[in-house]
């Protein structure tokens, strides 16, 4: 079992930065991959970025490769999304999640557990 608690969450202006946190409960952290997703007002949940166990390998959704930097630290039991250059079609609930299959997922069938979410909101 793990709990996800995201926060970082806020208003930001066009061009601004975010950084996302999320952590987790449990001594089992690093058997987990780690993804963000993003849903936005009247849209379905999205694939936004993944990390693999050890934090070696990430894939991100075209949509933010290249803005967006995934990260964890097994240490503390927390995943990081650090969003750069933000665009206003970047707003959307974003939401922690963690995946016992093995890889890169980008199903979010794959994913067991799942956070609260907290809100980004990219003003233009």
């Known amino acids: 079992q793990v709990q996800l608690v995201e926060s970082g969450g806020g208003l930001v202006q066009t061009g601004g930065s975010l950084r996302l946190s999320c952590a987790a409960s449990?001594?089992?952290?690093?058997?987990?991959?780690m993804a963000w997703f993003r849903q936005a007002p009247g849209k379905e949940r999205e694939f936004v970025a993944v990390?693999?166990?050890?934090?070696?390998?990430?894939y991100y959704a075209d949509s933010v490769k290249g803005r967006f930097t995934i990260s964890r630290d097994n240490a503390k039991n927390t995943v990081y999304l650090q969003m750069n250059s933000l665009k206003p079609e970047d707003t959307a609930d974003y939401y922690c999640?963690?995946?016992?299959?093995?890889?890169?997922?980008?199903?979010?069938?794959?994913?067991?557990?799942w956070g609260q979410g907290t809100q980004v909101t990219v003003s233009s």
């Open positions: 999640s963690a995946s016992g299959v093995l890889g890169l997922p980008t199903n979010l069938a794959r994913y067991a557990y």
């Open positions: 449990g001594r089992t952290f690093s058997s987990y991959s």
């Open positions: 990390v693999g166990r050890s934090g070696g390998n990430t």
